[in-house]
């Protein structure tokens, strides 16, 4: 084969493949709504309850738009609801306000303790009652300074719309609905936990579907089911007009790469029941900042949405299953979508077996190619082997090679310079990847493979490929992971097309139809390799904007485009040897990377974006800051104040600093290392993912409260009782014995402590309004004589609302910064008390 007929029709295909893909995910929503009628989901007047609830601005736990404007909104809408309802339902409304708390491993493990927060519920059943009920969950909530529309405005109207499309409806439902709107989501999931362990209705609930978000808008993907119960995927499958999940994506969530979780976990962990959990994915760019606004919603999406959720709530709801889901709780389920077009769906058992199928049949096939002719059984293998470590060889030197390029180019400073363009990651890694590939089997063929067969090159390495995805089809099998089918994939649709054209294979001069025949026989695992690969970076790419300052975004993305070039390159290196010269293909990439590479070093690609239509903003946390550090005796040793800085990606504040140059190095936060977590004001236990920290000092933070600490405890049984008389709606406190005394008991969660990370505990405290004094015991041991006290107690109170939150200085300091940044910022009292 001539270059011309090899490599350029190999990446057509491949760049076709891509176009298909892309298509592929784009495709329902370039469709306009259909007219809703009286019984079908109306995406407008969803979008009116949408547009009413983010009008009302950020709603934060504990303050009035959270607690009483947007309750009484959803009030007002539910009220309207039930007076038009039809006679076969009746529709009961109750708001909880419950207070508890609950330890959690999620950011390295802490304890959150809540107060008086909000749910509103509500619980559509027939006339006659129901024992069993789905629970349908969204949250009213959002992160302070944003109005959260997509997380999660749009969920509770699609919701609202929901119930009252069922409401209107003359078929009378054999289950109750549920519909949780809780108001204390992005607390960690403190209004669900309130929920499933303290409501009544909470004990009828026999499974859920949970509404959230991770980008803004898009198709809502279906990325964690169970525990086990494949009957809920195979209500999806029939029920979803719009299918759009995939077992990979709940594999790699549940993985903890991604740094967040839902109310999900709340379901499963502490009322044991089953779920389908879903969220928009797109555009995660401007995820918790102020852009999510409803205007970038899509009234297509909403309508999707809702058709989705509506379809698969009422197959539910009239699902005899429902009132047994125990009884069908048994193992795990694959299941993916085709092109968003159907979902395929099956026991993880039976996965099993036909994975181990496919690979015995394709390592029988390897076998028998090997053993015949007998005389040359040593050969044949010794060549197969040879390919098969070369291939495995050129995989890890193409990753250590990309590996240091992403390292240098983090060096020198210029990561996330395909942040705002995400191609530029593409033609600086994806084309080193590709050049590396080619060239470390260039060399092989020449030098190596030298006066050998083309044809039997090309046929050994066409077989070394398919034994390397036999070997990882069987051991990912037996890891019990459900994304093996991906490799099944990639074995059986390889060894179809190679028993197809085994010939044209041993022939000479293969042509353009041998070309044509292999690559329709690779259509399917390519076409759906390359739309998996899309929402895995739609996910990814902007979540390395928000994943700390330790973690460099750089070697993440090149990590996962090496895994793509390596796996899409799978079955092409044989091309490699089947082409008389790969040295333009070569030349062509390695100029687009060395290009590439100048660019970004010269800092041209910046990586943010203040574009009002398509807004990729950095990231910045400012908390103006006052500390107070009191001796055994109560006494203020030190106190300061400033204006603490965090970039919430891998750069810090660099871009940040030539804007505001008092900004930089010489201000870096000293830890103050006999405090627990190094004395700073930390609202969630994140210090491990982050570098940078920076306190701007300014000019004392005026405390109109801050929260009073008394302690009392007997010195026999070491029994502190702390109480927490004053302060905002959230607060933090921070727990370090001091040394050779052990935390053992308290009255929080279960009861016993959770340290953190680092070895210190870390206790999330919110409360709606009018809550109660917080007041909670500890037990501790410690030696005989502790003249240095036996712990230390810290507790930082947060304003993130009113007249309090935003002080003049950072007022000030807010508005020099540039406008591609999303800053963040309120006040906090830091307070640390020796006992």
Same mark, same amino acid.
């Given at each position: ?64 738009? #959270? ?26 409304? +109750? $708001? ?31 006339? #006659? ?48 609905? $549920? ?74 969530? !549940? ?16 009322? #044991? ?33 809702? +058709? ?90 193409? /990753? ?37 590939? $080619? ?16 044809? &039997? ?56 139809? &041998? ?107 400012? !908390? ?40 930089? +190095? ?34 004392? /933070? ?59 505990? &870390? ?45 003049? !200085? /950072?007022?000030? /300091? ?22």
């Amino acid at each position: 084969l001539p270059e011309a007929r090899g490599a350029p029709l190999v990446l057509l295909y491949l760049l076709g493949l891509r176009a298909l893909a892309q298509v592929s995910h784009r495709q329902l929503l370039s469709r306009p709504p259909a007219a809703a009628g009286p019984r079908d989901f109306s995406a407008s007047r969803a979008r009116g309850y949408l547009d009413n609830i983010t009008a009302i601005g950020p709603r934060t736990v504990g303050s009035p738009e #959270n607690e009483v404007l947007a309750v009484n909104y959803l009030l007002e809408q539910i009220r309207g609801i039930e007076k038009e309802s039809t006679d076969a339902h009746k529709i009961s409304v +109750d $708001i909880q306000r419950p207070t508890g708390s609950f330890s959690i491993d999620f950011l390295g493990g802490f304890t959150s303790y809540y107060a008086n927060i909000t749910n509103v519920v509500v619980k559509l059943e027939p006339r #006659n009652g129901a024992q069993h009920a789905v629970l349908s969950n969204c949250h009213f909530d959002s992160v302070p300074n944003t109005p959260g529309a997509s997380d999660d405005a749009v969920s509770c109207a699609v919701m609202l719309e929901i119930l009252n499309t069922l409401s209107k409806s003359s078929e009378s439902l054999q289950h109750a609905v $549920i519909f949780l709107f809780n108001g204390a989501e992005e607390n960690i999931l403190q209004a669900s936990h309130g929920f499933i362990t303290q409501h009544e209705w909470a004990k009828s609930v026999r499974a859920f579907i949970n509404l959230e978000a991770a980008g803004v808008g898009g198709k809502e993907l279906v990325f964690q089911t169970g525990p086990e119960n494949p009957w809920l995927v195979q209500a999806y499958v029939v029920a979803a007009k719009h299918p759009f999940a995939s077992v990979v994506a709940q594999e790699i969530f !549940q993985s903890g790469i991604i740094p967040a979780d839902t109310d999900f976990r709340i379901y499963r962990d502490f009322g #044991n029941v089953p779920g389908i959990d879903l969220a928009f994915i797109e555009n995660g760019y401007i995820y918790h900042t102020k852009y999510d606004t409803s205007d970038r919603i899509l009234t297509d999406s909403i309508q999707r949405a809702g +058709d989705n959720i509506l379809a698969v709530l009422k197959y539910l709801a009239t699902s005899e299953k429902l009132a047994k889901s125990f009884e069908y709780r048994h193992g795990n389920v694959v299941f993916f979508d085709i092109l968003g077009l159907f979902v395929l769906a099956y026991p993880a058992r039976v996965g099993t077996i036909m994975n181990y199928i496919t690979s015995a049949i394709a390592f029988f096939y390897l076998s028998k190619k090997v053993l015949q002719p007998k005389p040359r059984a040593v050969h044949n293998l010794k060549k197969l082997l040879t390919a098969f470590s070369l291939t495995l060889t050129s995989w890890v030197c193409t /990753l250590v090679a990309v590996l240091m390029v992403a390292m240098f180019v983090s060096f020198i400073g210029r990561a996330l310079s395909w942040y705002t363009h995400f191609y530029v990651s593409v033609s600086l890694y994806g084309t080193a990847a590709a050049a590396k590939l $080619i060239l470390v089997h260039m060399l092989a063929k020449k030098f190596f493979y030298k006066n050998v067969n083309e044809q &039997f090159l090309g046929d050994v390495f066409f077989d070394a490929s398919l034994m390397i995805w036999s070997i990882v089809l069987a051991v990912m099998t037996q890891m019990g992971l459900c994304s093996a089918f991906i490799c099944t994939l990639w074995v059986a649709f390889p060894l179809l097309t190679k028993l197809m054209i085994h010939k044209e294979f041993s022939q000479k001069g293969a042509t353009i139809k &041998f070309i044509a025949m292999y690559m329709l026989g690779m259509f399917v695992p390519y076409l759906y390799m390359l739309y998996l690969s899309w929402t895995v970076f739609e996910m990814f790419t902007p979540v390395m904007g928000r994943s700390g300052s330790e973690i460099p975004p750089d070697m993440v993305l090149a990590g996962f485009i090496v895994i793509f070039t390596v796996i899409l390159s799978s079955y092409f290196i044989n091309f490699i040897y089947l082409v008389k010269s790969t040295k333009t293909t070569l030349v062509t990439l390695t100029t687009v990377f060395v290009v590439t590479l100048i660019l970004v070093c010269s800092g041209i690609f910046f990586p943010y974006s203040s574009d009002a239509a398509n807004p990729k903003p950095k990231r910045v946390f400012l !908390q103006h800051t006052s500390r107070r550090f009191h001796d055994l005796d109560g006494n203020v040793v030190k106190s300061d104040s400033g204006i603490w800085i965090n970039g919430f990606d891998y750069n810090g504040i660099s871009h940040i600093t030539p804007h505001v140059p008092e900004i930089n +190095d010489t201000i870096r936060t000293p830890c103050e290392e006999q405090a627990p977590f190094c004395g700073l004001p930390w609202i969630l236990p994140v210090h491990f993912m982050f570098r940078f920290e920076r306190m701007f000092r300014v000019a004392g /933070l005026h405390r109109r409260k801050s929260a009073a600490v008394a302690v009392f405890h007997t010195t026999r049984i070491l029994r502190a009782n702390v109480y927490l008389f004053e302060g905002p709606s959230h607060m933090s406190l921070y727990v370090r014995p001091r040394s050779g005394s052990a935390l053992s008991r308290w009255s929080l969660g279960d009861g016993m402590p959770v340290a953190s990370l680092g070895g210190d505990y &870390f206790v999330f405290y919110s409360r709606g309004l009018h809550a109660a004094p917080w007041h909670f015991w500890v037990e501790l041991t410690a030696p005989e004589k502790h003249s240095d006290g036996i712990v230390s107690l810290a507790v930082a109170a947060h304003y993130f609302f009113g007249e309090d939150q935003k002080s003049p !200085q /950072l007022y000030a /300091l807010l508005e020099r910064f540039p406008n591609w940044t999303f800053s963040s910022g309120w006040s906090c009292t830091y307070d640390l008390f020796v006992f």
